[in-house]
């Protein structure tokens, strides 16, 4: 298939754990990467497969996979994750790079 | 490793946009060097990689309009769009990929708003 899939918006309180998912057909084959994207800004990569975080990114962003929903775990969000996050991978067939929908992350 | 998109900004309707990433700290001729664009407001959408010596990938939903090109002599690659519409207006982020069984895209450049109007 061609989609991936996020849910559209999510909160969660200051401090608190949350999760934000990605499903498609093809992350049963291929890994995600994972993108903050701040407003005006450009998307910063975060982390991708299961176990690459790029050096500057806070160690309270992990990823996971598990069938077809990679996951992104924020342990202990922070004011400053407010913004846009969006997952990335291939469709099925290998030869298209997708981007997921994104979800918008409100920190109350 | 640094990018940096430089484009017209504005480009009038059915005519060609062309977009040219200057990359430092890192040769074309290594990695593949893809252009992602998002309409104001909305997601992100991979348009092309390049990788030097091995090929071009396009999105399919473009590819009758898209060339992506290396310029190795000035370690710049660029993008043309052909007849350009009012959907074609969106931010140009220009970034390196890695394209695998794990895909992902870093970094980025500051991205360039391009504007289709007539």
């Known amino acids: 298939s061609s989609e991936l899939t996020q849910d559209p918006a999510v909160s969660v309180a200051l401090g608190q754990t949350l999760r934000i998912t990605c499903q498609g057909d093809?992350?049963?084959?291929?890994?995600a990467s994972w993108y903050q994207q701040k407003p005006g800004e450009a998307p910063v990569l975060l982390f991708y497969?299961?176990?690459n975080r790029p050096s500057g990114i806070p160690d309270r962003f992990s990823g996971s996979a598990s069938g077809d929903t990679a996951s992104l775990t924020i342990t202990g969000a922070q004011a400053e994750d407010e913004g846009d996050y969006f997952c990335?991978?291939?469709?099925?067939?290998?030869?298209?790079?997708?981007f997921g929908g994104g979800t918008k992350l409100t920190v109350l | 490793v640094q990018l940096q998109e430089s484009g017209p900004g504005l480009v009038k309707t059915s005519e060609t946009l062309s977009l040219t990433c200057s990359v430092s700290?890192?040769?074309?001729?290594?990695?593949?060097w893809t252009w992602v664009r998002q309409s104001p407001g909305k997601g992100l959408e991979w348009i092309a990689s390049?990788?030097?010596?091995?090929?071009?990938y396009y999105n399919p939903s473009l590819s009758s309009r898209v060339t992506i090109s290396l310029d190795t002599s000035k370690n710049q690659y660029s993008l043309e769009v052909r007849s350009v519409n009012a959907a074609d207006t969106a931010f140009y982020f220009c970034?390196?990929?890695?394209?695998?069984?794990?895909?992902?895209?870093?970094?980025w450049g500051h991205g360039t708003l391009v504007i289709v109007s007539s």
């Open positions: 970034a390196r990929a890695y394209i695998a069984v794990l895909n992902y895209f870093d970094p």
């Open positions: 990335s991978s291939r469709d099925t067939t290998g030869n298209l790079l997708l």
């Open positions: 390049i990788y030097y010596g091995e090929g071009v």
């Open positions: 497969g299961t176990d």
């Open positions: 093809s992350l049963r084959n291929y890994y």
């Open positions: 700290g890192a040769s074309v001729t290594e990695y593949y």
